[in-house]
């Protein structure tokens, strides 16, 4: 059964702390994207990786970045994380033979 | 304009009606997908097409690349049908990102 995981479900951090969000897939996925999910305002994305080390901006990059030193995992970084980046977070890696994405379960992330 | 419009963006039924969501885009395309999100769930995927008809169970999904039109029917709608769905392409340009459609919330009452 092919799965992306993501590091939390909840997550509650303060104002100004370094946030962590950590995604895994087991699918040998070369890309992979990590997108924010607001009412009113959809999906929208952050950061994308297309193979290990690599990384390109999404359409909404700032105030954060990405990391990717191995193929299945790809992480996001918050370096001071503002109320502004309270929202829903989700993983995501795509078949680039047929297109198809999956989606990791999302992590709520509330910002105090 | 954005380059992913679904409609309605909020549908309420009675349990057994014919439910109908449709996504229009306006940018080259290598696939189109409908997904599925359930309240305070993750994100599923349900199809994945690029031209003609998907159908599972109860569920059919229809492209028409000329028109850049693509639709979502649900037959025998039921409770457990309601969530989110939404519309969303891979564009010819980029790393097969997706662009969304702002999604249809779905509530089927019984």
């Known amino acids: 059964d092919v799965k992306v995981t993501q590091s939390s479900r909840y997550l509650v951090k303060r104002t100004g702390e370094k946030v962590f969000l950590e995604c895994v897939q087991d699918?040998?996925?070369?890309?992979m994207f990590w997108y924010r999910q607001d009412p009113g305002l959809g999906l929208r994305l952050i950061y994308f990786?297309?193979?290990?080390?690599?990384?390109e901006k999404g359409d909404i990059p700032e105030g954060y970045s990405v990391s990717r030193e191995k193929k299945e995992r790809f992480s996001l970084i918050l370096e001071s994380a503002s109320t502004n980046q309270t929202s829903m977070y989700l993983c995501?890696?795509?078949?680039?033979?047929?297109?198809?994405?999956?989606f990791g379960p999302g992590t709520r992330l509330t910002v105090t | 304009k954005n380059e992913v419009e679904q409609s309605p963006q909020n549908l309420t039924a009675q349990e057994g009606e014919f439910i109908t969501i449709n996504c229009s885009y306006s940018?080259?395309?290598?696939?189109l997908h409908w997904l599925q999100q359930h309240p305070g769930g993750g994100i599923v995927s349900l199809f994945m097409l690029s031209s003609g008809k998907k159908k599972h169970g109860r569920l059919i999904a229809t492209i028409n690349i000329q028109e850049k039109h693509s639709s979502l029917h649900i037959t025998a709608s039921h409770p457990r049908d309601s969530a989110v769905y939404i519309c969303a392409v891979t564009s010819l340009q980029g790393a097969q990102k997706l662009v969304f459609g702002q999604g249809t919330r779905l509530t089927i009452n019984p």
């Open positions: 990786s297309y193979d290990v080390k690599m990384k």
């Open positions: 995501a890696s795509i078949n680039q033979e047929n297109y198809e994405q999956y």
């Open positions: 699918m040998d996925h070369e890309n």
């Open positions: 940018v080259g395309i290598s696939a």
